[in-house]
């Protein structure tokens, strides 16, 4: 018996003396206690400006990496260009966007009286990540696990700060195990609309057609639809009418900006009087008629209620209160209003617009990418979801054929407007 205790003495001697077993109790013990002490460690936050970083190295987090922005503020169609360009961003970054704040009111200036709406509440949070699948993905602050590291990172603002530098930022960021550390970055500044521009249109193409109304509000649009298709004229309607989708940009706040625009831009073709627009519509090529007009307008900002006056034989104008359906549109805020006029506009047989609209714009932008999807060129003469713009003079006096250059490197003629527009 003792010589079987002395033979385990001396195997365990030996193998507690081997270099092997020495490494493998070490790293048990480091595991150890860093189980022990990691959830104990509070969330750590960094900042991170031009020239001047800060961080504190770690071991790289096991879960996802995600991008925060600020709340998304001003109009709907500026908000959805902030919220694509938030996700370019986090694309760039290899990162997940975290859902945003929209807002449903419009304050330009008094952003403490912004009223916060979540992402999901308006568009589809899971059919958004599902069609843009492998491109640009959302994720839910309820991801983030209990130990979140945060960098939080300054966006340039001011004339010093360039489109370059702002690239060269994004890259730095983009890359590098350091920043890897960080479960979050961040960014503070600006809000994303007014952030430099660095993709191509058809990268913004393809975040729009990932945004799907969520069933409420896509019902309501239905309702709207359904009553403008099933106006008639007289007895002689015996199938559905065309319908005409106008933006109208008469209000008093447009004109007093686009009267400015012009003289800053030293043109005459960024502002239409009523009568104007009028007698563009009328003039469409191969229009028929008689035809439904519907009347996009801000019906408060009007000075009267003249934009049905004026309309020619054979053109049946609504707006919201003449077609009954003012009911749907008044129990929402205003983001939530214009998202259901896009639609209707959207679906229209025949869109007019304003090329320094963003409204109208991205409507042009979506209808022009049903066309390519149809199997047309962008030069092609078929008529599949046509749209004009009225401020611009085109064929035998009418409004000029609008369709978007899907190959056009900046987003900056869809946010900032221009008279140069494919057709």
């Not at 595991?31 to 990691?38: D, E, G, P, V």
């Not at 403490?112 to 990540?129: A, H």
């Not at 019902?219 to 639809?225: H, Q």
Request: hydrophobic share 40%.
């Amino acid at each position: 018996m003792e010589r079987f205790n002395f033979k385990i003495s001396k195997f365990m001697g030996a193998t507690l003396n081997s270099i092997a077993f020495k490494c493998v109790f070490v790293l048990v013990a480091v595991l150890i206690l860093r189980a022990l002490l990691l959830p104990s460690i509070p969330a750590i936050v960094s900042r991170v400006e031009w020239g001047n970083i800060v961080y504190i190295r770690n071991d790289p987090q096991e879960s996802r990496l995600f991008l925060e922005v600020p709340q998304i503020v001003w109009g709907l169609n500026n908000q959805k260009i902030a919220f694509a360009r938030a996700c370019l961003t986090a694309r760039m970054l290899n990162r997940t966007l975290l859902m945003p704040s929209l807002s449903a009111s419009l304050f330009y200036k008094e952003i403490d009286l912004l009223q916060p709406i979540s992402f999901d509440k308006v568009f589809q949070f899971q059919k958004f990540n599902e069609l843009c699948n492998g491109f640009v993905q959302l994720g839910r602050y309820s991801d983030l696990s209990n130990r979140t590291r945060v960098l939080e990172l300054q966006k340039g603002s001011g004339r010093k700060w360039t489109l370059e530098r702002d690239l060269e930022q994004l890259r730095e960021h983009s890359k590098g195990s350091s920043f890897e550390d960080y479960e979050v970055i961040r960014i503070i500044g600006k809000n994303p609309f007014l952030w430099h521009d660095h993709w191509p249109v058809k990268d913004y193409a393809k975040v729009f057609e990932c945004l799907v109304l969520v069933d409420e509000f896509a019902k309501e649009a239905d309702r709207v639809v359904s009553r403008i298709r099933r106006t008639t004229v007289g007895s002689s309607s015996l199938k559905p009418l065309p319908y005409v989708a106008v933006h109208m940009r008469v209000e008093i706040d447009w004109m007093i900006h686009c009267k400015k625009l012009e003289q800053r831009l030293n043109t005459n073709q960024i502002c239409s009087s009523k009568d104007e627009i009028i007698q563009r519509v009328a003039r469409i090529p191969g229009l028929e008629t008689p035809a439904v007009v519907y009347l996009a307008v801000a019906d408060k900002l009007l000075r009267n209620s003249s934009v049905l006056e004026g309309w020619g034989e054979g053109f049946v104008p609504f707006e919201k209160k003449k077609l009954g359906v003012e009911g749907i549109y008044s129990k929402y805020p205003y983001l939530i209003q214009s998202a259901i006029d896009y639609e209707v506009c959207l679906r229209a047989d025949i869109f007019v617009g304003n090329s320094f609209s963003t409204f109208s714009s991205l409507i042009v932008l979506e209808r022009t990418q049903k066309m390519i999807k149809k199997g047309e060129s962008e030069s092609s003469s078929n008529k599949t979801w046509p749209s004009y713009a009225y401020n611009i003079k085109g064929e035998s006096n009418g409004p000029k054929r609008w369709i978007t250059n899907m190959s056009d490197l900046s987003l900056q003629a869809i946010s900032y407007g221009t008279t140069h527009i494919s057709s």
